[in-house]
Nanobody
Framework: QVQLVESGGGLVQPGGSLRLSCVTSGTSISGYDMLWYRQAPGKQRELVASITSNGLTTYVTSVKGRFTISRDNALNTVYLQMNSLKPEDTAVYYC???????????WGQGTQVTVSS
């Protein structure tokens, strides 16, 4: 059984930083693209950042220069370093593992990030 477990969310003031982690069990993430999504209240889920199995990264425009996605295949973990946080970053953040070759897609349960003074 494949499980993705996010952690690291919480309440932070504007301008602060958080690092989210997503630990996968039940499979190796080495062959998966790993993605972070977020969903704010009343809004659709949005792709925030992705990192391919080869290490190529992409970001939504609103977080470029502030967020960094990385992966440690040995630890089966993907990270999202979030700096210069803004109130509009408030959302539930979800980790996703996707393999087009294996036709597998898995989601974590989400972690809440709240940016507020």
């Amino acid at each position: 059984q494949v499980q993705l477990v996010e952690s690291g969310g919480g309440l932070v003031q504007p301008g602060g930083s958080l690092r989210l982690s997503c630990v996968t069990s039940g499979t190796s993430i080495s062959g998966y693209d790993m993605l972070w999504y977020r969903q704010a209240p009343g809004k659709q889920r949005e792709l925030v950042a992705s990192i391919t199995s080869n290490g190529l990264t992409t970001y939504v425009t609103s977080v470029k220069g502030r967020f960094t996605i990385s992966r440690d295949n040995a630890l089966n973990t993907v990270y999202l370093q979030m700096n210069s946080l803004k109130p509009e970053d408030t959302a539930v953040y979800y980790c996703n593992a996707n393999s087009r070759r294996l036709k597998r897609n898995y989601w974590g349960q989400g972690t809440q990030v709240t940016v507020s003074s």
